[in-house]
């Protein structure tokens, strides 16, 4: 079988030479004479590669010298408690903009600890816009407001920094980081897995005010939930997931190679406005979220019969589109086109909802 468009929400498609540099050095890696996976995390050699890995996503992101950069363990997920237990004392107000399936997620690790407040909602429109938010609308005290930057399932995003009235702003990016430009310095703290757009899944990123950490470092609080051990260890308190962290460097070196992250959002956005304008011209396909707020990550669609989609998903098959189905909570369809997605896939992509559409089925 042949390499197929994988449009998948995550994991999801990595460049091929970025998997084929990981091939030529699987068996040994250079000067180690072992694989990156039978390497002590305790040697040099493994030490440079996350450092170097750090390095390389702090001049990708600008990420300014306050703010530190963490490997974490467990996806964004366990951001979603690491957050509540880091920036908030139990039973401190939170608040949460709620966007979709992962900032209700989020919410509801916060709630375990802190009184999360839902300032507010687009569920009323089954999540097909971004709320404006305004100052007034945090409450009074709340330790931080919460958002989810690119909300994955219902393809939306924001597209500029909201409003906080000076609560600290903390944010989910793990479908849209390093796809397009975030504003590092607008943020707290930044999280995201790194299955979209940085490799292999099970582990996070974590960008922070050096400043948060450990200011809260409440020892009931497991060790792996703190940031502090964390950071005094270099990422390195137990056992990092070492491979992982080789990959996303190997997806960082790539990065930069293909002249940053400004480069890559140009791609992105023209791969994204590239469906868009087709779904837009279409008279069978449609988007239904509010032009504004559409994410350049993941282009939701729906066809006028579950019948049709199901004989669409049958066709991409046959043409090695895989993964174009929308997620359980939404039906429909859906592309995610991170970076590793080249412009051929989505040209691919095009040409079989065009001939789905003409009736030239397969
Ligand atoms: C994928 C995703 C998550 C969940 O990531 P895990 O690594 O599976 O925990 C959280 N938030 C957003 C926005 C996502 O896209």
Same mark, same amino acid.
């Given at each position: 079988?042949?390499?197929?468009?994988?449009?998948?929400?995550?994991?999801?498609?990595?460049?091929?030479?970025?998997?084929?540099?990981?091939?030529?050095?699987?068996?040994?890696?250079?000067?180690?004479?072992?694989?990156?996976?039978?390497?002590?995390?305790?040697?040099?050699?493994?030490?440079?590669?996350?450092?170097?890995?750090?390095?390389?996503?702090?001049?990708?992101?600008?990420?300014?010298?306050?703010?530190?950069?963490?490997?974490?363990?467990?996806?964004?997920?366990?951001?979603?408690?690491?957050?509540?237990?880091?920036?908030?004392?139990?039973?401190?107000?939170?608040?949460?903009?709620?966007?979709?399936?992962?900032?209700?997620?989020?919410?509801?690790?916060?709630?375990?600890?802190?009184?999360?407040?839902?300032?507010?909602?687009?569920?009323?429109?089954?999540?097909?816009?971004?709320?404006?938010?305004?100052?007034?609308?945090?409450?009074?005290?709340?330790?931080?407001?919460?958002?989810?930057?690119?909300?994955?399932?219902?393809?939306?995003?924001?597209?500029?920094?909201?409003?906080?009235?000076?609560?600290?702003?903390?944010?989910?990016?793990?479908?849209?980081?390093?796809?397009?430009?975030?504003?590092?310095?607008?943020?707290?703290?930044?999280?995201? %897995?790194?299955?979209?757009?940085?490799?292999?899944? @099970? =582990?996070? $990123?974590?960008?922070? &005010? /050096?400043? *948060?950490?450990?200011?809260?470092?409440?020892?009931?609080?497991?060790?792996?939930?703190?940031?502090?051990?964390?950071?005094?260890?270099?990422?390195?308190?137990?056992?990092?997931?070492?491979?992982?962290?080789?990959?996303?460097?190997?997806?960082?070196?790539?990065?930069?190679?293909?002249?940053?992250?400004?480069?890559?959002?140009?791609?992105?956005?023209?791969?994204?406005?590239?469906?868009?304008?087709?779904?837009?011209?279409?008279?069978?396909?449609?988007?239904?979220?509010?032009?504004?707020?559409?994410?350049?990550?993941?282009?939701?669609?729906?066809?006028?019969?579950?019948?049709?989609?199901?004989?669409?998903?049958?066709?991409?098959?046959?043409?090695?589109?895989?993964?174009?189905?929308?997620?359980?909570?939404? %039906?429909?369809?859906?592309?995610?086109?991170?970076? @590793? =997605?080249? $412009?051929?896939?989505? &040209? /691919?992509? *095009?040409?079989?909802?065009?001939?789905?559409?003409?009736?030239?089925?397969?």
């Amino acid at each position: 079988m042949d390499r197929v468009y994988n449009f998948s929400a995550g994991p999801s498609m990595m460049p091929l030479e970025v998997l084929e540099e990981a091939q030529r050095d699987m068996l040994n890696y250079p000067g180690a004479g072992c694989s990156v996976m039978e390497m002590s995390h305790r040697t040099p050699a493994f030490e440079s590669i996350l450092n170097q890995a750090q390095e390389n996503l702090r001049k990708l992101m600008n990420i300014p010298d306050d703010y530190a950069v963490l490997f974490m363990q467990g996806g964004a997920t366990m951001q979603f408690s690491m957050v509540a237990c880091n920036l908030a004392n139990e039973g401190d107000i939170t608040n949460y903009a709620i966007t979709g399936n992962f900032a209700k997620k989020a919410m509801e690790e916060a709630i375990r600890r802190t009184e999360a407040i839902a300032i507010t909602s687009s569920k009323d429109a089954n999540f097909t816009y971004i709320p404006e938010i305004t100052d007034d609308m945090i409450t009074p005290g709340a330790k931080y407001l919460h958002i989810t930057g690119n909300n994955t399932i219902f393809g939306t995003r924001y597209t500029k920094t909201p409003n906080h009235a000076g609560t600290r702003l903390v944010a989910d990016w793990s479908s849209a980081i390093l796809g397009q430009d975030i504003p590092v310095a607008d943020y707290d703290l930044i999280y995201a %897995g790194a299955q979209k757009n940085m490799g292999p899944s @099970g =582990m996070a $990123i974590v960008i922070l &005010k /050096k400043e *948060i950490i450990g200011e809260i470092d409440d020892q009931k609080v497991p060790v792996m939930l703190r940031y502090k051990p964390a950071f005094d260890n270099n990422s390195m308190y137990n056992t990092p997931p070492t491979f992982s962290i080789y990959m996303a460097g190997l997806m960082f070196k790539w990065a930069i190679k293909m002249g940053g992250v400004k480069e890559l959002e140009k791609i992105n956005t023209m791969k994204a406005n590239m469906l868009y304008d087709y779904i837009d011209n279409s008279k069978m396909f449609t988007n239904p979220v509010n032009p504004k707020d559409r994410s350049i990550m993941n282009v939701t669609f729906t066809l006028p019969s579950e019948d049709d989609t199901k004989a669409l998903l049958e066709m991409a098959k046959k043409r090695g589109i895989i993964n174009i189905k929308g997620h359980r909570l939404v %039906g429909g369809l859906r592309a995610s086109i991170y970076n @590793g =997605m080249p $412009i051929e896939g989505v &040209k /691919k992509l *095009i040409e079989l909802m065009d001939d789905f559409e003409n009736g030239k089925r397969d």
